[in-house]
């Protein structure tokens, strides 16, 4: 904890990154930088948990709630495939009417459509959300959507690893240790994840400092033969419109500096994750390509559609082209991939 606070108070830019490319290196000497053609798709903006920086959910009762049907998902994973993608992003609320039978069948009718469509979907949340619906265990309900055809679990729901933070930003999500509970036993079932960090709102510097400690905790309790975390994506509070700002006078308050600075921090201090993962949505291309000789080897996907922070003013664009083009003028090699990072032809 002391190091991480001190790298972040007192440590030169300069140095943080020159010494976080170098860390980079030791994972990644091919110099290639990965990206992902995917699509983001929300199964309902049904939600229980009241997040104050979140727009988009409704209310069980309100005007304007959904849950996309199965005519919904082929529209858009058709429209996915034709862009070269191969992966669907499955978001959705906590829903307190939607359990296990429901997620099981949709994944069985989209896996039995599109067999080789991979699904990474949910998240810590949304998994302790339905576990307790029903009155299961963390790893009963992992088991039932990874034969339902669940390949990968997102790490949705983090924000800060902090009870004190989330009792105030989201104080119907689940604790950290249970977001953390569920990312275990994932990684005991060799469900490939990724951690998560929203931050820049009302956390402390040692609240961050601590959210990177705990994941790196959970990394190092995987088995051997388990991936774990793929990659870490950290992005900045976007404030637009949230209940954050308009009525609590939160606002952002990471510069492009503090981002790439903690771009470069991670990397010091998770050196059991492989990769780092720069968010170019919400922080800008440019920024973006800094973060990529700061200690990042990723840049994500050209998210073909995203609503939350959308919603909250990530007004960012690209498509594969350009992603291709940010990442080659930035010095490196394009590369293709898949959740689980393995790289693909394009």
Same mark, same amino acid.
């Given at each position: 904890?002391?190091?991480?606070?001190?790298?972040?108070?007192?440590?030169?830019?300069? @140095?943080?990154?020159?010494?976080?490319?170098?860390?980079?290196?030791?994972?990644?000497?091919?110099?290639?930088?990965?990206?992902?053609?995917?699509? !983001?798709?929300?199964?309902?903006?049904?939600?229980?948990?009241?997040?104050?920086?979140?727009?988009?959910?409704?209310?069980? !009762?309100?005007?304007?709630?959904?849950?996309?049907?199965?005519?919904?998902?082929?529209?858009?994973?058709?429209?996915?495939?034709?862009?070269?993608?191969?992966?669907?992003?499955?978001?959705?609320?906590?829903?307190? =009417?939607?359990?296990?039978?429901?997620?099981?069948?949709?994944?069985? =009718?989209?896996?039995?459509?599109?067999?080789?469509?991979?699904?990474?979907?949910?998240?810590?949340?949304?998994?302790?959300?339905?576990?307790?619906?029903? =009155?299961?265990?963390?790893?009963?309900?992992?088991?039932?959507?990874?034969?339902?055809?669940?390949?990968?679990?997102?790490?949705?729901?983090?924000?800060?690893?902090?009870?004190?933070?989330?009792?105030?930003?989201?104080?119907?999500?689940?604790?950290?240790?249970?977001?953390?509970?569920?990312?275990?036993?994932?990684?005991?079932?060799?469900?490939?994840?990724?951690?998560?960090?929203?931050?820049?709102?009302?956390?402390?510097?040692?609240?961050?400092?601590?959210?990177?400690?705990?994941?790196?905790?959970?990394?190092?309790?995987?088995?051997?033969?388990?991936?774990?975390?793929?990659?870490?994506?950290?992005?900045?509070?976007?404030?637009?419109?949230?209940?954050?700002?308009?009525?609590?006078?939160?606002?952002?308050?990471?510069?492009? @500096?503090?981002?790439?600075?903690?771009?470069?921090?991670?990397?010091?201090?998770?050196?059991?994750?492989?990769?780092?993962?720069?968010?170019?949505?919400?922080?800008?291309?440019?920024?973006?390509?800094?973060?990529?000789?700061?200690?990042?080897?990723?840049?994500?996907?050209?998210?073909?559609?995203?609503? /939350?922070?959308? /919603?909250?003013?990530?007004?960012?664009?690209?498509?594969?082209?350009?992603?291709?083009?940010?990442?080659?003028?930035?010095?490196?090699?394009?590369?293709?991939?898949?959740?689980?990072?393995?790289?693909?032809?394009?």
């Amino acid at each position: 904890m002391e190091d991480g606070i001190c790298l972040n108070n007192n440590a030169p830019t300069s @140095e943080l990154i020159f010494i976080a490319n170098e860390i980079r290196k030791q994972f990644h000497n091919d110099n290639k930088v990965t990206w992902i053609i995917d699509r !983001n798709v929300n199964i309902t903006n049904v939600c229980i948990a009241r997040c104050k920086f979140c727009n988009f959910h409704r209310l069980v !009762n309100q005007e304007g709630t959904y849950i996309t049907n199965i005519d919904e998902y082929k529209q858009k994973i058709d429209e996915m495939l034709l862009l070269g993608g191969n992966q669907l992003l499955l978001q959705g609320g906590l829903h307190p =009417k939607l359990g296990l039978e429901f997620y099981n069948d949709l994944f069985r =009718k989209l896996k039995k459509v599109y067999p080789s469509v991979k699904l990474h979907a949910l998240g810590p949340a949304e998994i302790h959300h339905i576990a307790r619906i029903e =009155k299961t265990s963390y790893r009963d309900v992992l088991i039932q959507l990874t034969q339902s055809g669940l390949d990968s679990l997102p790490g949705a729901g983090a924000e800060i690893l902090s009870d004190r933070v989330r009792k105030i930003l989201s104080p119907g999500k689940c604790t950290a240790d249970e977001w953390l509970n569920v990312m275990h036993e994932a990684h005991k079932l060799k469900i490939t994840t990724s951690a998560t960090m929203m931050f820049g709102h009302i956390e402390t510097i040692e609240e961050r400092i601590q959210h990177l400690i705990s994941i790196r905790q959970v990394q190092s309790e995987k088995p051997e033969d388990s991936q774990g975390f793929a990659t870490f994506v950290p992005w900045p509070f976007q404030e637009e419109h949230t209940v954050l700002k308009n009525s609590l006078g939160i606002k952002n308050s990471i510069t492009s @500096e503090d981002y790439i600075r903690f771009i470069a921090i991670s990397r010091l201090m998770l050196p059991n994750f492989k990769n780092i993962q720069a968010s170019w949505l919400t922080v800008s291309v440019p920024v973006g390509q800094i973060c990529l000789h700061a200690g990042a080897n990723d840049f994500g996907s050209i998210m073909i559609e995203e609503n /939350v922070v959308s /919603v909250a003013g990530a007004s960012h664009t690209m498509d594969a082209k350009g992603m291709v083009k940010a990442i080659s003028t930035a010095g490196f090699i394009p590369q293709l991939r898949n959740q689980k990072y393995d790289y693909v032809n394009s």
